[in-house]
């Protein structure tokens, strides 16, 4: 089956933004209405029990991944048995996921109390929430949760975006109306986790409707159950280093500083995630399309593409660091007030910690699309244990400070390093490292100036409010985008994306007549 990789992509990210948009503005909402209407121990409690949830899932990781991975092939060559049996092997393996899961967490429900410093709200059972979510997340592997593979190896990820807003649209109605009529929290729990499972119900619908041709029945053999057993073993010490660097972080600050300060903490990473959730729209919606081009096309065409790629991503992220850098403190006197602020070094590390994030993303995707998982299968591991060391050492002695940066050390001494390495050992000719390397410390170069100007620009401006964050914002979109321009308009991965970008926009066009 032929794949129009640029008309899926655009596609994706239109549908993409759209959803991400949502999903940032009306939990944004959410989080105010529970701070004002329930107090921030609510919101600390809300975001230790998805960090709990994300550990507790550390069973499922791998395995989305490496079957949407065993689907790039088969569906390439139009392999209709294949992609059938695969559906059914992923499906035995979501069943016994579910399990594992269910037995995990009841062992660990007497520990959870433990999670919490002291600041509990009054009046909540913490065993029958830990409870809930855990039934819930349970029950999320064994409906249809495997029926979700067709659309994203098919990467039409842009269905799910739909069926996500339409259901998400139900579960805040909901909500909302707990908040400000019951203030139950009960009851604002076990809405958001029924809407889990009917997300899963129509995404299973829509794969059914779009791919009626494809049903879990027929069997692999040996060996190809053999070669995904493979890839899930590797890529579950990748994905579990993963989820420990990110959840570990709230569940250390929830055990040493308290809920109040988690709350505190997770209103600047609500901000940062958001941020990071656009810009993984562009991951997403490309992510099975170089997957593709992996297979079909050169090694030099796919270095070309990870430069262009590269230079996206930094250019991106380097004016979302500086926006971050500019606009952080006086959006959070707007939302929250000076109460619940960090200094301006939190800031600092927040926006260093992204910028590295982004970058380490963005050769995760490509790590992920080739299926480098053997030779990865160590640095999450090793990574995820120096973060948690540093984290349990420098929270006693800096606080959240140190929280942040242990996460930013991991990565950047650790991580991105070994990473690189296997990539081009693997993937790309090692010969072609050290000169990628120069273009990346050029651009960090560049980011970094650029950060450097616009906030001292940016400091001469003495307003207060709304009028601060605006002409904060306005200085934001200019300065930076001019000072890019001036040092990249002669680089040649300048002009390829531009010409990839005016692609994406006639087959955007091209999907609107459509």
């Known amino acids: 089956m032929k794949i129009d990789r640029i008309k899926n992509a655009s596609r994706n990210m239109a549908f993409g933004g759209l959803m991400k948009l949502y999903q940032i503005v009306v939990p944004f909402l959410m989080r105010t209405a529970m701070i004002?209407?329930?107090?921030?121990?609510?919101?600390?409690?809300?975001?230790?029990?998805?960090?709990?949830?994300?550990?507790?899932?550390?069973?499922?990781?791998?395995?989305?991944?490496?079957?949407?991975?065993?689907?790039?092939?088969?569906?390439?060559?139009?392999?209709?048995?294949?992609?059938?049996?695969?559906?059914?092997?992923?499906?035995?393996?979501?069943?016994?996921?579910?399990?594992i899961i269910a037995a995990v967490g009841i062992t660990l429900t007497p520990f959870i109390p433990k999670l919490v410093k002291s600041d509990l709200p009054g009046g909540l059972n913490i065993y029958i929430l830990y409870l809930l979510n855990l039934v819930v997340t349970v029950l999320s592997y064994w409906v249809f949760a495997y029926k979700g593979s067709l659309l994203q190896a098919h990467q039409r990820v842009d269905i799910i975006s739909k069926i996500t807003i339409s259901v998400s649209t139900i579960q805040y109605s909901v909500q909302i109306f707990v908040l400000v009529f019951l203030k139950n929290y009960y009851m604002y729990v076990i809405a958001a986790l029924v809407m889990q499972i009917l997300t899963n119900i129509a995404t299973a619908f829509a794969a059914d409707y779009m791919y009626p041709n494809y049903k879990p029945v027929g069997k692999l053999s040996e060996k190809e159950i053999l070669d995904i057993n493979c890839r899930i073993r590797d890529l579950f010490t990748s994905k579990m280093g993963g989820i420990v660097v990110n959840s570990v972080d709230t569940i250390v600050v929830s055990s040493f500083l308290g809920l109040s300060m988690l709350a505190v903490y997770q209103n600047y990473?609500?901000?940062?995630?958001?941020?990071?959730?656009?810009?993984?729209?562009?991951?997403?919606?490309?992510?099975?399309?170089?997957?593709?081009?992996?297979?079909?096309?050169?090694?030099?065409?796919?270095?070309?593409?990870?430069?262009?790629?590269?230079?996206?991503?930094?250019?991106?992220?380097?004016?979302?660091?500086?926006?971050?850098?500019?606009?952080?403190?006086?959006?959070?006197?707007?939302?929250?007030?000076?109460?619940?602020?960090?200094?301006?070094?939190?800031?600092?590390?927040?926006?260093?910690?992204?910028?590295?994030?982004?970058?380490?993303?963005?050769?995760?995707?490509?790590?992920?699309?080739?299926?480098?998982?053997?030779?990865?299968?160590?640095?999450?591991?090793?990574?995820?244990?120096?973060?948690?060391?540093?984290?349990?050492?420098?929270?006693?002695?800096?606080?959240?400070?140190?929280?942040?940066?242990?996460?930013?050390?991991?990565?950047?001494?650790?991580?991105?390093?070994?990473?690189?390495?296997?990539?081009?050992?693997?993937?790309?000719?090692?010969?072609?490292?050290p000169p990628y390397l120069k273009r990346l410390g050029f651009y960090v170069v560049v980011t970094s100036f650029t950060c450097f100007v616009t906030v001292v620009v940016c400091s001469f401006i003495h307003m207060k409010g709304w009028h601060l964050l605006i002409a904060r914002g306005l200085v934001c979109c200019v300065l930076p985008n001019l000072l890019y321009l001036v040092f990249y308009w002669k680089l040649p991965e300048f002009r390829q994306s531009l010409q990839l970008a005016d692609a994406m926009l006639k087959k955007g066009k091209a999907n609107d007549r459509d």
């Open 269 to 433: 990473f609500f901000i940062l995630s958001s941020v990071i959730g656009f810009v993984m729209i562009v991951f997403t919606a490309c992510t099975a399309g170089i997957g593709n081009s992996i297979i079909v096309e050169t090694k030099e065409k796919n270095y070309n593409d990870l430069k262009n790629f590269t230079f996206i991503i930094t250019w991106i992220s380097g004016f979302c660091t500086v926006c971050l850098l500019c606009l952080y403190q006086p959006f959070m006197d707007v939302w929250v007030g000076e109460r619940l602020k960090l200094e301006y070094s939190a800031v600092i590390c927040f926006c260093i910690y992204y910028f590295i994030y982004e970058i380490n993303l963005l050769l995760n995707t490509y790590k992920d699309a080739a299926g480098i998982w053997h030779e990865d299968r160590f640095r999450p591991l090793i990574t995820a244990f120096m973060n948690l060391v540093m984290n349990l050492v420098m929270v006693q002695f800096w606080g959240i400070y140190g929280v942040i940066l242990s996460t930013v050390l991991s990565m950047l001494f650790v991580g991105m390093p070994w990473l690189l390495y296997n990539l081009f050992t693997v993937l790309f000719d090692i010969r072609d490292l």
């Open 36 to 99: 004002y209407l329930m107090g921030e121990q609510y919101l600390g409690l809300n975001s230790l029990f998805v960090s709990i949830l994300q550990v507790l899932n550390i069973a499922e990781s791998g395995v989305g991944s490496a079957m949407v991975y065993s689907m790039y092939k088969p569906i390439a060559e139009d392999d209709k048995s294949t992609i059938c049996a695969l559906l059914r092997q992923y499906r035995k393996y979501y069943y016994i996921i579910g399990f």
